[in-house]
């Protein structure tokens, strides 16, 4: 056993830490200064040995310099990771950013080849643009089973329904993105899939028992570590009839008997974000660090207070709570996944060569986004009776920021104000477009005379909870039918709330479905939309929202 002094044993614990920084260069230009270190903090704790940053934010070209001058701050190799699930575009502006990995489920129901050479693509995609920009571990597939269409933060994040299609298509997805020579991330072990409430915002409960979970949640982790995936992230769900005291991140009973010991993963094990309420609200930032890492996580990723963190694990190895040995494994397995991807000083990312690669969207990256775009999106015309206008294109969106896909410029408020459309965004932080009556729930008279267009934005989300569920969205579908004041109507994002609305929705009114939000997805539809309302008398562009 390695005999530690006492400042090696902090440089040693530091490695074991991941850190949250921007993607973009200045402290001014964080998005989350919240969660995102400042330069100054994080030089400082890079000097110190800390292991790991995962970056968010900026473009593709700040990315690389930015990876550049993080990597000048430090004397050993480091894991550079980001949660592109979607493609690199999903978080960084000039990669590719794809429909969501449901949609591909979507498409494996009827053409299961199809769906999964897209699959293996859609990683080989993610893939190339990390490594070209300097990531060296990607933090996706989701394995997550999406059994409930009611999930709030997994939902379109899922590849499946069904534990087969999830393994099958995670598979193929960890292939593609292995072969381009970065590190792979399974999440959420034991399995998210069927949580009623988000996890940054409170601990979820599973009851399922162990039977449960081995014929369904714990399918696709087991066929993905088979095929090779590197490493596994936890989730912060408790499942009390497995371990009643800890959720799976804090729990010896799930990550080092199931997963290391029956299941037999031994690679790499990252908790997920440490700062999230499920963790922070019921244990407190020190003993959950503590926790997970005596649990057998080896990382401990974006701890609240990155210097407390590491005091407290040293103080829980010093004093025996954490027998050192726990150290070392966590040592030799980070040695060894680095090992995979490092690349040495002499062919960094530091080179002028690398960085005068200002577009990495291959040709081939662009044929497919577009092709799963057109794989996955519906799109229903009938004639507009003429005597209806649509004078009216509400926006129904999550939050107006931080919001990736929709800003002054975005075609789904572009596109109608160019064709005459008055816009109105209503959103989270917003004033209430409701009032109180069930059956007529949307107050017209605040938006004036004219048809609605209605353009939803709705999805699982991180940090949204019940948001959407309180809104009476499908009430407001049948208030402007009955009204005839509902023009055509487009859904971006789950499915499941798109099954409802077929439910009620006028076979007369036009319609679209998109499993995609960024802006192609808004230009195709609406440019389809809209082609047959080009001679419309054009209006003054006009922008109205509610908010504070």
Not at 127 to 138: D, H, I, K, S, T
Not at 325 to 338: C, G, I, V
Not at 478 to 492: A, D, V
Request: proline share 5%; with cysteine.
């Amino acid at each position: 056993m390695i005999a530690f002094h006492e400042r090696d044993l902090r440089r040693s614990v530091a490695q074991l830490l991941v850190v949250r920084a921007s993607g973009h260069a200045f402290d001014s230009q964080r998005q989350f200064p919240k969660w995102e270190l400042s330069n100054y903090e994080l030089q400082q704790l890079l000097e110190e040995d800390v292991g790991g940053v995962i970056l968010y934010g900026g473009t593709t070209i700040e990315l690389q310099k930015r990876i550049e001058k993080i990597r000048s701050w430090t004397k050993q190799p480091i894991f550079l990771c980001a949660d592109v699930e979607e493609g690199l575009g999903q978080r960084f502006q000039g990669g590719t950013w794809l429909v969501p990995p449901l949609a591909v489920g979507q498409i494996y129901k009827n053409q299961p080849a199809k769906a999964i050479s897209l699959a293996e693509s859609y990683g080989n995609c993610i893939g190339v643009q990390a490594r070209e920009c300097g990531l060296n571990w990607v933090l996706a597939p989701v394995c997550d089973v999406n059994s409930n269409p009611k999930n709030p933060v997994i939902n379109l994040r899922a590849w499946g329904e069904d534990p087969l299609t999830v393994a099958v298509l995670i598979c193929a997805f960890n292939k593609g993105l292995s072969k381009q020579g970065v590190l792979t991330c399974a999440k959420h072990f034991p399995g998210h899939g069927d949580t009623s409430v988000d996890s940054h915002l409170e601990l979820p409960i599973i009851h399922h028992d162990l039977n449960r979970l081995k014929e369904l949640e714990l399918l696709p982790f087991k066929e993905v570590i088979s095929s090779g995936v590197d490493t596994v992230m936890t989730a912060h769900v408790l499942f009390p009839n497995i371990d009643s005291n800890a959720p799976a991140t804090l729990s010896a009973e799930i990550l080092t008997k199931l997963l290391r010991q029956e299941i037999g993963f031994d690679g790499l094990l990252v908790t997920d974000a440490l700062v999230m309420d499920a963790i922070r609200n019921t244990y407190g930032d020190d003993e959950a660090v503590v926790m997970a890492f005596a649990a057998g996580a080896d990382l401990l990723m974006m701890p609240a207070n990155p210097k407390k963190a590491i005091d407290a694990i040293c103080t829980a190895l010093l004093s025996g709570r954490i027998p050192m040995q726990r150290l070392e494994e966590a040592l030799q397995r980070r040695k060894n996944a680095l090992a995979k991807v490092y690349v040495s000083d002499s062919t960094n990312f530091e080179t002028e060569e690398k960085l005068d690669h200002y577009l990495i969207e291959r040709k081939e990256d662009k044929c497919l986004a577009e092709e799963l775009l057109l794989s996955s999106t519906t799109i229903r015309h009938q004639v507009i009776p003429g005597n209806i206008k649509m004078d009216i294109n509400l926006v129904r969106i999550d939050c107006l920021f931080p919001c990736q896909f929709l800003n002054n410029y975005s075609p789904a408020l572009c596109m109608p104000e160019e064709a005459g459309y008055k816009t109105t965004v209503c959103h989270q932080m917003g004033v209430s477009p409701w009032q109180n009556d069930a059956e007529n729930p949307l107050a017209l008279e605040r938006f004036g005379e004219g048809s609605f267009l209605l353009q939803l934005f709705i999805r699982g989300n991180p940090f949204r909870g019940s948001f959407f569920n309180q809104e009476p969205w499908l009430a407001t579908i049948l208030q402007l039918q009955r009204l005839n004041r509902l023009s055509g109507l487009i859904l971006y994002g789950t499915p499941y709330f798109w099954n409802d609305i077929n439910q009620l929705l006028d076979n007369s009114i036009p319609f679209a479905y998109s499993p995609g939000q960024m802006n192609d997805a808004q230009k195709h539809v609406l440019i389809s939309f809209l082609q047959k309302h080009q001679d419309r008398e054009m209006k003054p562009k006009q922008f109205s929202e509610f908010t504070d």
